[in-house]
């Protein structure tokens, strides 16, 4: 069993369209996170909850929508996507993110906008 | 801003050689991850240590940290083929308050000839 999975892989999709990435784990762990990574593969924070509450909100546009419907998933909504977004989004989770914990990463999901 | 940065940004040896990755950071921290990533996948944890240890083993793996210098450097001996992949470093800030905030360096390539 993949420890954290997230849907889909890969997503190709015109500018101006709404999107959304689904992130699941079966560790048990209480935070989640999402991040982006870019083509030159720097991978910056966007959002952090911890047993469903939001406890990291970095800078990132409020296109950006995240949900946590209970502590096993994590998604994340898109809305008017725009070519900078294109990018490599990871899900990780950790056992106590507020500890500083090591990360389990998703296999991450490739957006690409046209 | 960026808080950890890799040093080389790239590094190709040949297998057996041993490969030294390097990390400066900025401020202080509660301890310091590195973390594997192999091409097209999600990044794995390799080893943590924290801002009271200086040098930690996990197999072929040797991680030391300075903090009066605020560097890390991870060490691979008898490096494999294998080893192939991009190699992050990511600190937790110290007074991070409860969010545990994990921040990446830009990583360092390393490939390794056979």
């Known amino acids: 069993d993949t420890a954290v999975s997230q849907t889909p892989k890969y997503l190709v999709t015109q500018m101006g369209n709404d999107k959304s990435i689904k992130c699941e784990q079966n560790?048990?762990?209480?935070?989640m996170y999402w991040y982006k990574q870019d083509s030159k593969k720097f991978l910056k924070i966007m959002f952090s909850y911890n047993n469903k509450e939001l406890i990291i909100n970095e800078t990132v546009p409020n296109r950006f929508s995240p949900k946590s419907p209970d502590k096993a998933h994590l998604n994340l909504h898109i809305n008017s996507l725009e070519l900078g977004d294109s990018a490599v989004y990871f899900c990780?989770?950790?056992?106590?993110?507020?500890?500083?914990?090591?990360?389990?990463f998703g296999e991450g999901s490739r957006l690409t906008v046209l | 801003s960026q808080q950890g940065e890799e040093d080389p940004q790239a590094l190709s040896i040949q297998e057996g050689e041993n490969a030294t990755m390097n990390c400066s950071y900025k401020t202080s921290i509660n301890n310091l991850q590195w973390y594997r990533q192999n091409s097209g996948r999600g990044l794995v944890h390799l080893i943590l240590i924290r801002s009271n240890e200086r040098e930690k083993h996990s197999g072929r793996l040797r991680v030391t940290l300075d903090t009066s210098k605020k560097s890390s450097s991870l060490l691979i001996t008898a490096s494999r083929a294998a080893d192939t992949a991009s190699y992050f470093c990511a600190t937790v800030l110290h007074g991070s308050g409860n969010t545990g905030k994990l921040i990446f360096g830009q990583g360092t390539t390393l490939q390794v000839k056979p």
């Open positions: 560790l048990g762990h209480d935070t």
């Open positions: 990780a989770s950790s056992q106590d993110g507020r500890l500083g914990q090591e990360l389990f």
